[in-house]
């Protein structure tokens, strides 16, 4: 016999019944798009503190957002010019290097030459701003959805989409899923695709830095979603406690697959706004504006380094693209929102801005597109040579077995021989 | 040579350690200042100052995931968690991250950690200081998984753990720490300083992981135990006079499983103890193994002698607890078929 639900208990007649909050996004498909929940300041308002500030004087600053480009392209404020011309022109091929890369592989796995691809459409300034504003030797610890912090820093694409088709070259010998890269001569830790938990890994390696006397620093990824992991809070505990030299970056691209952010709360505070219980300083900045990425960042590295402790910041972006191919957004948020997103398109506005001070013009951009889409395409016909998933050369069985302990022991021989292989 | 308790053995081979290599850092709750709640890391704060050995927030999912973190950068982290039932919350970090890391990342980045905590019953500890989650982690691919019965295996295991370039869960039996335990709970507590691996070397030493010990040669029946189940055996087979041989397995994996079908096909009989619950735990595998490389050597069927599948419970410690008057009647039982 099951247990009977206990039976309502009769409120007292001022009492009205209790009801449960499920938030809802703004709209659905079919709806008009709506941010009118997001409040963007104008570019240039909010001040810059000094890097040793405390958590506490600079509170407000997780409850606005941070912005360089005005609406004219112009850079303004205090966080304007941690870059040359020469610096945002590298950003921008970064960029566009990024999008012709998912792109490319966006139709290899339409092609059946991999099972699985996440594009990072939209969110490009992220990745690319904050990986050119490390030095080597530092460390992040990403998520699925970073590949341009490989790409910025000009890492082989051959190897990337060697490891996307599984195929004889992939150095991670077949057994990650595709986009889950490990490059550690890059700085870059393998990626889990088990949500947050390299968020706390983050710490502890930046806590060993310090232990070792060491100048390198870490950065920590998660997107806002995962935000409800343990592992996020048990990182900022750890944060908060050892102050060790690491950034806490969140990625708000407002979708978790077909969750909004106010399933991971982000309905009565913002994501930046966490840090303040555990006194950690916290930005939220424009995740769609190269400059104010590549300041932030800057900010936040500079920091850690002279062992200020950690920081947080909320970067405010928009998923463009579905969460992965297997995804279809269509399904649960109207198909215009992307286009109504208050914050525009990173590759867009710093074009932009590099026309306006006369550092680009949109034939040089249109050169850069053809030579960046050849050189991507070079890489996945010479990458395709090696195999692709289902059709070419590919790992072999017998190494399905290495790697599992340092030294293969007995138990495993005996399958790999069960095996056959 | 010093006789010592299982904690002292532990202490020691932590200090040898943290001593020998300057990349073993050692923190977990409790574990900095006071020197931990059972004092197997009491003074190593005073001897290496607090950026090597370190109180940590109550967060297992914390400890465990920073340990992966410092390993990645090079370090070598030695972890406690205060009890093994408190060990879940950082299950996902020592499944999901701990045990593949090297695998998933081609050994582009590895875990050498040595996660330790003390575990199993025998101390009125309730379902919440009682467990033997052994089985949660042997099936696990990529973790080893060491559990000694006295203080000179503790040491020498703890070392080769310590060096260990893959992670390597630790468990303590707690009832061992301060003595052997029979499973005779009415008896009075009898101290390491009379048991014979109560000496321990000073000096460094290794246990290699994955080789089991005879702690005692017979030809009747082969018994396999682990931890305080060791101890329970001994005093079974003295009690019933009856010529057990008993395999102290001190790592479950990787598993010994020579020294398993040379002593079973030997006795043609076997009897498997475990503290943990019966369904699933560690004994099945250890009977599957035994009924794959022996079964013609068989005379009899297996049989367990285990925990009850059941929360370890408080008041009936001792009806939950496998002692020896269970393990004795197995041990007839086996010999009768």
């Avoid at chain 1, 490059?183 to 070792?212: E, K, P």
């Avoid at chain 1, 930046?272 to 916290?282: C, E, F, N, T, V």
């Avoid at chain 1, 040089?364 to 053809?370: K, V």
């Avoid at chain 1, 050849?374 to 289902?390: F, K, S, W, Y």
Wanted: aromatic share 8%; proline share 7%.
């Amino acid at each position: 016999m099951s247990d009977p639900v206990p039976p309502p208990i009769v409120a007292p007649s001022t009492t009205p019944p209790l009801s449960l909050h499920v938030p809802e996004p703004a709209v659905r498909p079919g709806g008009k798009p709506d941010f009118s929940h997001v409040r963007v300041p104008e570019a240039g308002t909010v001040r810059r503190p000094p890097l040793d500030v405390a958590a506490a004087d600079i509170r407000d600053l997780a409850y606005t957002i941070i912005r360089v480009l005005n609406r004219e392209g112009r850079a303004v404020g205090d966080w304007a010019g941690s870059l040359d011309a020469d610096g945002l022109r590298r950003g921008l091929r970064a960029m566009i290097k990024t999008r012709a890369f998912d792109a490319r592989m966006l139709m290899a796995q339409r092609q059946g030459k991999t099972s699985f691809y996440m594009q990072s459409t939209g969110e490009e300034a992220i990745a690319c701003a904050f990986q050119l504003a490390l030095e080597p030797g530092d460390m992040n610890f990403p998520t699925y959805r970073q590949q341009g912090l490989l790409i910025a820093q000009d890492w082989p694409l051959v190897d990337m989409m060697c490891q996307i088709f599984s195929n004889e070259k992939d150095r991670l010998g077949g057994r990650q899923l595709p986009i889950m890269y490990s490059a550690r001569d890059a700085g870059f830790f393998s990626i889990s695709g088990n949500l947050g938990t390299q968020y706390v890994q983050a710490v502890g390696w930046a806590m060993a830095s310090a232990i070792r006397g060491d100048t390198r620093v870490a950065a920590a990824w998660i997107g806002d979603g995962s935000t409800a992991e343990s592992d996020f809070h048990s990182a900022l505990v750890f944060a908060s406690v050892y102050r060790p030299p690491v950034i806490l970056n969140i990625v708000n691209n407002q979708w978790a697959i077909s969750t909004s952010q106010a399933i991971a709360g982000g309905e009565n505070a913002t994501f930046a706004a966490r840090a303040h219980g555990y006194g950690i300083p916290s930005l939220r900045v424009d995740g769609n504006d190269y400059l104010a990425v590549h300041a932030a960042a800057r900010w936040a590295i500079d920091r850690a380094r002279r062992n200020l402790g950690p920081t947080l910041i909320e970067w405010v972006t928009y998923r463009v693209a579905a969460h992965s191919t297997s995804d279809d957004p269509s399904k649960y948020r109207p198909k215009e929102e992307s286009d109504a997103w208050p914050l525009g398109d990173p590759v867009e506005r710093l074009k932009n801005h590099l026309i306006g001070i006369g550092e680009w013009s949109d034939e040089r951009h249109a050169q850069a597109r053809a030579e960046i889409d050849q050189e991507v395409l070079d890489a996945a016909r010479e990458a395709e040579r090696h195999g692709t998933l289902h059709t070419g050369p590919k790992p072999s069985a017998k190494a399905m077995f290495e790697g599992v302990y340092k030294d293969m022991p007995k138990h495993l021989r005996e399958q790999r021989r069960e095996l056959g292989v | 040579m010093a006789r010592i308790t299982m904690i002292e053995a532990i202490r020691d081979a932590i200090d040898l350690m943290m001593a020998r290599d300057d990349k073993v850092v050692v923190f977990g709750e409790d574990v900095g200042y006071f020197g931990g709640v059972f004092r197997c890391t009491d003074g190593l704060q005073r001897k290496y100052g607090r950026t090597r050995c370190f109180d940590t927030p109550i967060s297992e999912t914390g400890i465990v995931g920073v340990a992966i973190g410092m390993g990645a950068y090079g370090l070598r982290p030695v972890c406690e968690i205060q009890f093994a039932d408190y060990v879940y919350p950082a299950y996902d970090q020592i499944v999901s991250e701990a045990a593949r890391l090297r695998y998933r990342s081609a050994g582009e980045f590895t875990s050498p950690l040595t996660i330790r905590m003390p575990c199993g019953g025998g101390i009125f500890g309730g379902q919440t200081h009682s467990q033997s989650p052994e089985a949660c982690f042997t099936h696990v691919s990529g973790l080893k998984t060491v559990i000694p019965s006295n203080p000179y295996d503790a040491k020498g295991l703890l070392i080769s753990a310590i060096e260990d370039d893959d992670p390597v869960i630790f468990l303590e039996p707690k009832r061992l720490y301060n003595g052997p335990f029979s499973g005779h709970h009415d008896q009075p507590v009898v101290p390491w300083s009379r048991h014979p691996l109560s000496e321990v070397p000073d000096e460094y030493y290794a246990i290699e992981l994955g080789k089991a010990a005879i702690r005692r040669e017979g030809a009747a029946v082969t018994v396999i135990a682990y931890g305080t189940m060791v101890h329970v055996a001994e005093a079974a087979a003295a009690e019933t006079g009856i010529d057990a041989e008993i395999i102290d397995l001190r790592t479950l994996i990787p598993l010994d499983t020579d020294t398993i079908e040379q002593s079973v096909r030997k006795t043609g009989r076997c009897v498997i103890l475990h503290e943990a619950t019966r369904t699933s735990g560690f004994g099945a595998e250890l009977s599957a193994q035994v009924q794959e490389r022996c079964f013609h050597h068989l005379e009899a069927p297996i049989l367990r002698v285990t925990g009850w599948d059941t929360p370890y419970p408080h008041a009936q410690e001792w009806d939950y607890f496998p002692g020896p008057a269970r393990v004795g009647r197995a041990l007839k039982a086996v010999m009768e078929a």
